[in-house]
């Protein structure tokens, strides 16, 4: 894991001084910037808060590189904001409950299905609509998790820390009625597990970056820092 670390330290190093003007998806809000890390008595107070065991690939990102900041989308939430259900509008009022077992284990999703016209039962329809509402954005659905990523929209990645899918990162997009499914956003076939997902992340946004550039893949080191080095006010035109 301490290899892995290593490459992920350095490779956001290079994607900070790639991306100097911030380009990329999200980058303007996280501008490539890691909260310091946390004290492990910190996550220790954490676990036991929320009695849950934190994977430990993410125990390690958080205590050896950063305690949030830089990340797929908007960005990985600093751990105190893991627990809000929404990241767009965070209240203590609507909490995730990472302490009881995550339920999925395969994508799931409903649709609504209503039983009378829309247009000849308004009142009906709209009851029938309300109720389905009320079981397809039951916060119960989410148990289980700690949200790490805000991918806008209301949608986010959340990281499984009880059940069976214990340390895969999943996506609740029932904002777009898309249902909750693992995470794939990123290109990768298979269910993923925190370190992997940060780094796939890295290595994307580092072919992005060098395409936008025109670097080649492996480019030599001197060639990194002269197209990463800003040019003076006074060549800009």
Request: charged share 25%; with cysteine; glycine share 6%.
């Amino acid at each position: 894991m301490n290899e892995q670390v290593n490459r992920i330290k350095g490779k956001l190093k290079q994607l900070k001084q790639l991306d100097n003007i911030n380009s990329l998806f999200g980058a303007q809000k996280h501008r490539y910037k890691i909260n310091p890390p946390i004290s492990s008595n910190t996550i220790q107070q954490f676990e036991a808060t929320h009695q849950v065991k934190l994977p430990d690939d993410y125990i390690t990102f958080l205590t050896e590189i950063g305690n949030g900041g830089a990340g797929p989308y908007y960005g990985l939430e600093p751990l105190q904001n893991s627990i809000y259900a929404d990241l767009d509008y965070p209240t203590q009022d609507f909490l995730l409950n990472p302490g009881k077992p995550f339920v999925h284990t395969e994508p799931w999703n409903l649709t609504f299905e209503p039983s009378v016209d829309e247009d000849e039962y308004e009142e009906e329809y709209e009851n029938e609509q309300a109720a389905f509402e009320e079981k397809y954005f039951n916060i119960e659905h989410m148990n289980g998790v700690v949200a790490i990523c805000n991918f806008g929209c209301a949608i986010s990645l959340n990281l499984v820390v009880n059940g069976a899918e214990y340390g895969n990162i999943w996506t609740d997009d029932r904002a777009s009625d898309q249902g909750i499914y693992p995470s794939y956003e990123l290109g990768n076939k298979e269910k993923i597990t925190f370190l992997n997902w940060y780094e796939l992340w890295l290595d994307n946004s580092l072919k992005e970056i060098r395409t936008k550039l025109s670097l080649p893949e492996k480019a030599g080191e001197t060639a990194l820092k002269q197209i990463a080095k800003p040019k003076p006010w006074w060549k800009i035109w």
